[in-house]
């Protein structure tokens, strides 16, 4: 049971290119989130998925798309990277069920670096 | 929208001791949850404790306990007996209660504070 598992753990881009952030979690659970991590502030959300087949912005959207694939992976698009985006990236997972339904669980996050 | 508030952006403490960290929060919700992640140099987000708002009983997980005021919408977090492996940045967060499981996932973000760096000294 490996929980949630994120690659790369590291990138480095220029300004313009395109990548995707892969996520996957093997405990079953419902709910996907990526969030972001800038030096000096907590976590903030960046987009979610309640369920499988769906997916909904959260507080800082712009520039990312989102594909919830299956139900096990969650993977976070940058179409044009920006040095703005520049960042520490986590994807988490919640079941939604049973007594620590409420609980996420974190990957172990991507450093992307935009030059 | 809510608000978490750590004040005490760093904080040390000696092996062995006890130390407590501060969180304030700002909610009109009646019903939520709050929790302490802990992130060490890994950078890993690990779970450290969580409390349900209805409940009036104070969380405990081993050497770590908080004192849960919801009146004063005040969610410390206590670690006894200190250890170096307890060094990490702390975030307090906290989690709306949806009734529906499958309620829509923004019911369920996690809203951060912006962390407190603990450091244990040997």
Known sequence: NAGVTQTPKFQVLKTGQSMTLQCAQDMNHNSMYWYRQDPGMGLRLIYYSASEGTTDKGEVPNGYNVSRLNKREFSLRLESAAPSQTSVYFCASRHGQGARGDTQYFGPGTRLTVL | ?122
């Open chain 2, 1 to 122: 929208a809510q608000t978490v508030t750590q004040s005490q952006p760093e904080m040390s403490v000696q092996e062995a001791e006890t130390v407590t960290l501060s969180c304030t929060y700002d909610t009109s919700e009646n019903n939520y949850y709050l929790f302490w992640y802990k992130q060490p140099p890994s950078r890993q987000m690990i779970l450290v404790i969580r409390q349900e708002a209805y409940k009036q009983q104070n969380a405990t997980e081993n050497r770590f306990s908080v004192n849960f005021q919801k009146a004063a919408k005040s969610f410390s977090l206590k670690i006894s007996d200190s250890q170096l492996g307890d060094t990490a940045m702390y975030f307090c967060a906290f989690m709306k209660h949806g009734i529906i499981i499958y309620s829509s996932g923004s019911a369920r973000q996690l809203t951060f504070g912006s962390g407190t760096q603990l450091t244990v000294l040997p």
